[in-house]
C-alpha cells in the first residue's frame, strides 16, 4: 500500500483545510484508516481513525473541530479540518492499518499544515 497525502498549506487561524490521501492498492476499503500529525520537537500522535466500516474516533484536541472521512471508490481518505489554530500546525500523515501485524503500518510521505495567529 502505497499512501499519499495533498491539501497542506499555510492558512489563517479560524480557518479551514481539507488534506486527501490517495491510497493504491486494491485492499483499501478493507484497511482501517487514520490520520496523525507530528509538531516540531513533539511526538507523533493521533488525530482521528475510521474503520473500514465508517466508524470514527477523534482525538479529544480535534473532537468537533476536524472531521474524518473516506471514499472506497476513490481509494482516498480526507480529514476536514475547521476552526483551525496554531496548536494545530504539524506535519500530518495518513497511515494504513494492517490487521496482520497490529499495527499502522503503512504511512505517507506527510503534508504541512501551518496556522498562523
Request: proline residues 2%; charged residues 15%; neutral net charge.
Amino acid at each position: 500500500v502505497q499512501l499519499v497525502e495533498s491539501g497542506g498549506g499555510l492558512v489563517q487561524a479560524g480557518g479551514s483545510l481539507r488534506l486527501s490521501c490517495v491510497a493504491s492498492g486494491s485492499s483499501f476499503n478493507r484497511n482501517a484508516m487514520g490520520w496523525f500529525r507530528q509538531a516540531p520537537r513533539k511526538e507523533r500522535g493521533l488525530v482521528a481513525t475510521i474503520s473500514s466500516g465508517g466508524i470514527t474516533y477523534y482525538a479529544d484536541s480535534v473532537k468537533g473541530r476536524f472531521t474524518i472521512s473516506r471514499d472506497n471508490a476513490k481509494n482516498t481518505l480526507y480529514l476536514q479540518m475547521n476552526s483551525l489554530n496554531p496548536e494545530d500546525t504539524a506535519m500530518y500523515y495518513c497511515a494504513a492499518y494492517e490487521d496482520q501485524v497490529g499495527e499502522y503500518h503503512y504511512w505517507g510521505q506527510g503534508t504541512q499544515v501551518t496556522v498562523s495567529s
